[in-house]
């Protein structure tokens, strides 16, 4: 068969893309106060400004715990979209004078993605951002990218904790404030540094029952004043303590028992133990990040067209340690929990089977299998979490990693014996939130697309049967599945 | 100097599996990988193992279905295909497929749009039809390739990750080490199954190996209802559903890629994951309210012609080169035997395997990748 190559692989990307719908100078994702703020400022320098965020979202999105740890104890009010979108809207006034200024607001609308040239990849016409609301997805142009995403619950495991009414400070506080739509009465906080007083204090404020806080550490951790308002509310802050267990029905928790063996009568368990700030999209676009123990976790480094603001640019640095203060709660829960406590919710992955690095329950477990464990893994080089997702699906489910991603670095670590800092991050990939297929596809795609989609590579001599080669079937074979590709 | 009877450069599926036959035949192997195993194209792949293309077919064939027993670790090997057909055109290119299998007595069977909504409940009444292939199949490659890399440790072999091949040493013809920023392993034979890396690798030793780099992109939903067959793909995609029930699938145009001997920096994704995404809630539209929760991407390398070479070299005439050209995942049991065969025996015991020898490019154009419009986007 002769081939007469044309210059030109059909088949490649090149020129395939569409170009996105709309271009803004500067966009800014997460209207908390620091996005919000920070549109305003690039509005006001004259910036044409594009603020989106995804609150409110959708209850079946919160049902995975995505993007916060609600634990399912959210109101049904959050089911009725308009209603939400209402709350969040009027909960926030500074949105208002964000419009005054001019800067364009979209709300329910999720930023999945952030795509940009560089190592890997030259095909993309332009930076893009990824984003989506209740309908579909588009991709938006940008000079300029604000992340001003937050921060996301540390979600901790206990026996029990995989049931609705255990959630996390930053969903709490979400529900209670934005949303107006909190669904428990009766709630024990775990943690007692800054993040856990303070949403002791607003949930008492709001009406909610607060029985108490526990701390793993022999005194309370946070801030004096905050201590002291907190005793003044007449909630009890119990140290040296740990939850050694959930217990609950059908709705969910309806008690926590404590080391001591003392059992507590509530619906809603807080883990307040820490914020970690969201660099997903930071991370999943090859962004440069760095750990901070003090500002709880690993932070955006900071480049040119891409600056963060807010919690995910990392926590206020007030000199306490975050990781030294969750690997203590971790090793204390871990010493108070048997081994086949669920790590990962989604997978339903037990610490034995992580730390086992064994498959999943519906594939076989030989002899050589069951040999195998994390010490036996570390032989071969150092822990890695993305290797052990591969092997024990652990972080691999719907939530994303949300809920285990912390805790299996953590649980490396220990292991190991190595500090947290030596475990490498978990990658995260786009799109950053689940996305349904329908809602992700690009329906309206350009047809240079759908020209060049071939299965794989469109090379005519590769799918050639061996027995055919020099055949006249090649040529036949060539004319059916490659015509237009090469001349 | 540690030494070793065969060194083989790169921990992917070929490498390992070559190990895993050597282990097998009680040579002492050493598999040296730049990073962790599996780490490039053997752990970012559609899992598919049904090339009927290739001389190494049958042997793919026989071994898949053994795989799990004989390596002692779940491979999650799922057998046989089915191919959806979502235009006119694809339909008459699929059963051109179709009958070719028949000639070769490889067994298939048409599918009208209901016997496709009947064998595969997410499918669509859009339908043009299916083929159903009573051969093939697909594996979990992340699963296979830590399985191969675990068999072989079991069988006395060494793995060492973390230490990228440097350079060779070589003296009267033959490659006599392989280097490492750290340390220098003595070797009577070499394998090189570098994957991008090959051609760097290999003008060390002065052999020119034409191949070019490029990127590749896959997204996973959610697991879905389990099918009674999950080598569901078709519409131009190709994929699998996984034993968890993930719907898992990849296709669609390229990116050539320059490649330097440190290799891939990074394999980003790109919005690609939308096309993908469209393709496939148009083939399975029941799923497409499954949500996508990851995209990925890897880098592989092809030849010019698209086929893998594996090839032992005359000079040093101690080295097998190995590249699979872009389908070397479901290969892998049986382009490790070939690689066995030919650092044993010097010859491929089981197939004729001329057809991959690197000497069929010996007379190719400077500027092969231009011609072919491989070249990356500057
Ligand atoms: C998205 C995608 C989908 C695919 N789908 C399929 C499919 O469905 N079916 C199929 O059969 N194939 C598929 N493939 C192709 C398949 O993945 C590859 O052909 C196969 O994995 C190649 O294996 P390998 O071991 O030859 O190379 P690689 O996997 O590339 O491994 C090479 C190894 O060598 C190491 N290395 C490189 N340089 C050095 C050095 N200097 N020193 C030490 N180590 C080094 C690397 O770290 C790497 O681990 C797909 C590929 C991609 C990217």
């Known amino acids: 068969m002769e081939l007469n190559f044309t210059g030109t692989d059909l088949c490649a990307i090149n020129g395939t893309r569409s170009a996105p719908e709309t271009h803004y100078d500067t966009v800014v994702i997460g209207a908390g106060p620091s996005g919000v703020a920070a549109a305003i400022d690039a509005a006001t320098a004259g910036a044409k400004v594009l603020l989106v965020d995804e609150n409110p979202v959708s209850g079946a999105v919160m049902g995975n715990d995505v993007p916060l740890y609600f634990g399912g104890r959210m109101t049904s009010a959050t089911q009725n979209a308009e209603r939400m979108l209402e709350a969040i809207f009027m909960s926030m006034p500074a949105l208002e004078t964000a419009m005054d200024a001019g800067v364009e607001l979209l709300l329910g609308t999720t930023a999945w993605g952030v795509y940009r040239n560089g190592p890997g990849v030259a095909s993309l016409p332009q930076q893009v951002v990824g984003l989506a609301d209740s309908e579909r997805s588009w991709l938006v142009g940008f000079d300029k990218i604000i992340l001003a995403t937050g921060a996301r619950d540390l979600a901790m495991a206990f026996p029990g904790w995989n ?12 529900l209670l404030t934005r949303y107006e739509a909190f669904a428990g009465r009766r709630m024990l906080v775990l943690g007692s540094h800054d993040l856990a007083l303070e949403t002791a204090l607003l949930a008492k404020d709001r009406g909610v029952d607060v029985l108490g806080l526990i701390e793993v550490r022999d005194a309370p951790q946070g801030h004096s004043d905050l201590v002291a308002k907190v005793a003044a509310a007449g909630i009890i802050i119990h140290c040296g303590q740990t939850i050694t267990a959930a217990k609950g029905g059908i709705n969910g928790v309806e008690s926590a028992t404590l080391k001591t063996g003392e059992e507590i009568a509530c619906d809603t368990i807080c883990v307040a133990i820490g914020l970690i700030p969201s660099i997903e999209l930071v991370d999943a676009m090859h ?17 040119p067209t ?22 203590d709660w971790m090793r204390a829960l871990s010493s108070v929990s048997a081994d ?5 919710q989604c997978e339903e992955v037990t610490r034995a089977d992580l730390i086992g690095v064994q498959p999943p329950n519906y594939l076989s477990r030989p002899a050589p299998m069951c040999a195998r464990s994390l010490d036996t893994l570390l032989e071969d080089g150092p822990a890695n979490p993305d290797q052990i997702k591969r092997l024990t699906r652990a972080g691999m489910g719907v939530c994303q990693g949300r809920r285990c991603r912390d805790q299996v670095a953590m649980l490396l670590a220990i292991e190991a014996d190595k500090p947290f800092g030596s475990i490498p991050l978990a990658s995260h990939r786009a799109p950053v939130r689940p996305l349904p297929l329908k809602i992700l596809a690009e ?15 469109g090379i005519p001599t590769a799918w050639v049967p061996h027995e055919d080669i020099g055949t006249p079937y090649q040529d036949e074979h060539r004319e059916m599945l490659y015509t237009g590709m090469y001349k | 100097m540690s030494g070793s009877e065969v060194v083989i450069v790169g921990g992917g599926v070929t490498g390992l599996s070559a190990g895993w ?12 990988d730049k990073f962790i195993v599996g780490w490039e194209a053997s752990g970012r792949n559609g899992g598919g193992a049904s090339h009927y293309a290739s001389p190494l077919f049958d042997e793919e064939q026989r071994m898949w279905p053994q795989m799990d027993e004989l390596l002692g670790y779940p491979t999650e090997h799922q057998k046989e295909r089915i191919i959806i057909a979502m235009t006119e055109r694809q339909w008459e290119q699929y059963r051109f497929v179709a009958e070719r299998h028949k000639r070769l007595n490889h067994a298939v069977e048409l599918l009208d749009t209901k016997q496709v909504l009947d064998a595969v409940p997410l499918a669509s009444e859009k339908a043009f039809g299916g083929v159903h292939y009573k051969f093939g199949g697909h594996a979990n490659p992340q699963r296979t390739t830590q399985a191969y890399a675990w068999a072989l440790q079991d069988l006395g072999g060494t793995i060492v990750q973390h230490s990228p091949v440097t350079g060779f040493e070589t003296a009267g013809g033959k490659v006599t080490a392989v280097k490492t920023a750290t340390a220098t392993y003595g070797c009577d034979n070499v394998v090189v199954a570098a994957g991008p890396q090959i051609p760097q690798l290999m003008a060390q030793l002065g052999v020119n190996v034409p191949l070019a780099a490029a990127r590749a992109e896959m997204i996973i939903t959610e697991p879905a209802p389990m099918m009674p067959l999950t080598g569901v793909d078709g519409h131009k995609l190709y994929g699998r559903q996984t034993m968890r029930g993930n719907l898992a699938y990849g296709g669609g145009p390229h990116e050539w890629l320059d490649m330097d001997a440190d290799g891939p920096a990074a394999r980003p994704s790109t919005p690609l994951a939308r096309n993908l995404a469209k393709r496939l809630a148009e083939m399975l539209p029941k799923a497409a309210h499954l949500n996508v929760i990851r995209s990925w991407a890897g880098i592989i390398e092809n030849s010019p012609d698209g086929r893998p070479i594996i090839d032992r070299l005359t000079s040093p005439d101690n080295v ?3 590249s699979m050209s872009s389908v070397g995942f479901g290969l892998s049991p049986a382009s490790g035997h070939a690689i066995r065969d030919l650092v044993i025996d010097g010859k491929c015991s089981f197939a004729d395997i001329d057809i991959l020898k690197l000497s069929r490019f010996d007379n190719l154009e400077a500027d092969w990748r231009e011609k072919r419009g491989w070249m990356p986007i500057s």
């Open chain 1, 443 to 457: 329906w309206d795609e350009p047809a240079e697309m759908d020209a060049a989609w071939d299965v794989w590579f």
């Open chain 1, 340 to 344: 086949d406590t669920i790590i990962c």
């Open chain 2, 21 to 32: 036959w050597l282990a097998r035949s009680g040579v002492k192997v050493t598999v040296l």
């Open chain 1, 287 to 303: 962004g440069p990040r760095a750990l901070s123990a003090m500002r709880g976790g690993y932070i955006p480094a900071g480049e």
């Open chain 1, 163 to 174: 049931q609705p009414g255990v959630m996390g400070a930053a969903a709490l506080q979400m």
């Open chain 1, 306 to 327: 891409v600056s963060a603001v807010g919690d995910c640019a990392g926590l206020a640095d007030s000199g306490f340690d975050h990781i030294a203060y969750r690997m």
């Open chain 2, 320 to 322: 097998v080169v190995a």
